[in-house]
């Protein structure tokens, strides 16, 4: 078992994407009699290049992968038979061109009281949109999937040489492995507030991984401003903001909707709605 320590959903959508199952089958990483496929880290998981997306891709990766996680704890739980094991099989003969008709007896239970044809539904659109994200047609063939792969992860290891690393887990990894660089980029934030022209350096915390503490955190970066902020700014008063406009994004909507804070410029910036 090999276990993926991030709670991004994002990172969860990509590796479950078809472009991910395509590397990690082509590293030929087999074993036993029958000569299955093994999931090595050091050859299926270090190595492949994720995606560079915007904050739209993001969220639409992010939501797909969710949706799909969602929907095989709720069937599971209806039906305490039912295993990731046999739903993704009876969805393997589907690709493969099996009908329903052409099901066994214990499979047509799986396919019907999984919803195998939504799952499918599900994992066809998240390709769709992983592909997206490489800026690839969804037209792809496996072949040519893997052959970008490899070209884009020679790209960013040349990259890397010359000291630039798209860092996965940043806030983790930069203060084991990032250079000075790096290390003052995650923790300084600038000035800190009230305190301009005194030398006085603030440090960047981490976004909060729960609702209620991302709530909190946002609201209060907005009653600390003087003036509306947009979303860039927010995001950037914490650790790799680039990587927490998509939940800022939604913490921001969910106080616009409930009063807290004004949406303003057409709904590019934001002020916390103070009481009369």
């Not at 992968?65 to 969602?70: K, L, N, Q, T, V």
């Not at 039906?79 to 493969?96: F, M, P, Q």
């Not at 239970?109 to 066809?124: E, P």
């Not at 902020?229 to 913490?251: E, H, P, S």
Request: hydrophobic share 40%.
């Amino acid at each position: 078992m090999v276990i993926i320590a991030s709670d991004d959903p994002f990172h969860l959508g990509v590796l479950s994407s078809r472009v991910h199952i395509d590397w990690a089958l082509a590293q030929r990483t087999r074993l036993g009699q029958g000569d299955d496929p093994v999931y090595i880290k050091s050859r299926c998981f270090s190595p492949f290049p994720f995606p560079e997306v915007d904050d739209d891709q993001r969220a639409k990766i992010s939501s797909l992968a969710e949706e799909i996680d969602a929907h095989r704890k709720r069937v599971q739980l209806e039906h305490s038979y039912l295993t990731l094991t046999g739903i993704y099989n009876v969805l393997d003969k589907l690709r493969a061109g099996a009908r329903s008709a052409d099901l066994s007896l214990d499979d047509r239970g799986i396919y019907d009281d999984g919803l195998v044809l939504t799952l499918r539904h599900f994992h066809d659109q998240l390709d769709e949109a992983v592909l997206a994200g490489y800026g690839w047609p969804t037209t792809s063939q496996d072949s040519e999937i893997v052959a970008k792969l490899l070209a884009l992860n020679k790209a960013r290891a040349a990259e890397e040489r010359l000291g630039t690393v798209r860092w996965l887990r940043p806030e983790y990894q930069i203060p084991r492995f990032g250079s000075e660089e790096d290390r003052a980029e995650l923790e300084l934030v600038g000035t800190a507030p009230g305190q301009e022209g005194a030398g006085v350096t603030a440090i960047k915390s981490l976004f909060p991984a729960n609702e209620v503490g991302q709530t909190a955190a946002v609201l209060s970066v907005l009653a600390d401003a003087k003036a509306p902020m947009d979303l860039v700014a927010i995001a950037g008063r914490f650790r790799q903001g680039n990587r927490n406009r998509t939940k800022v994004a939604a913490v921001l909507a969910a106080l616009t909707r409930m009063g807290f804070v004004t949406a303003q410029d057409q709904g590019r910036s934001f002020l916390l709605r103070r009481a009369a």
